[in-house]
């Protein structure tokens, strides 16, 4: 099982980023899996951002990033997405994707989730 998360650049404050991961390895299962999205800036601790459940029918942000984020998948493509708008400086960070099957609704706890993508940078200038 592995995920790889794509998408991450450098954008102007306000300006949008679509961020990707691609999920192998997980034959017929994906939808069983929820998909969250995590991120990391320097010298802080890992914060959950946002989660989706395998159907696609429940989701869940940071308050942080409420009205601004929208996180979606596409089961038939093994693919995730965060579509980042109005992003700010504070935003900067590299963000990760993460995988859950054990639980219906995971919370965004990076310790409720088994695997893990390798990270992409998001910078954000002001």
């Known amino acids: 099982v592995q995920l790889q998360a794509s998408g991450g650049g450098l954008v102007q404050a306000g300006g949008s980023l679509r961020l990707a991961c691609s999920a192998s390895g997980f034959n017929s299962d994906y939808d069983f899996y929820s998909i969250a999205w995590f991120r990391q800036a320097p010298g802080k601790e890992r914060e959950g951002v946002s989660r989706?459940?395998?159907?696609?029918?429940?989701?869940v942000y940071a308050d942080s990033v409420k009205g601004r984020f929208t996180i979606s998948r596409d089961n038939a493509k093994n693919m995730a997405y965060l579509q980042m708008n109005n992003l700010k400086p504070e935003d900067t960070a590299v963000y990760y994707c993460?995988?859950?099957?054990?639980?219906?609704?995971?919370?965004?706890?990076?310790?409720?989730?088994?695997?893990w993508g390798q990270g992409t940078q998001v910078t954000v200038s002001s």
């Open positions: 993460a995988a859950d099957r054990k639980r219906l609704r995971p919370r965004l706890r990076d310790s409720e989730y088994d695997y």
């Open positions: 989706i459940t395998g159907s696609g029918g429940n989701s």
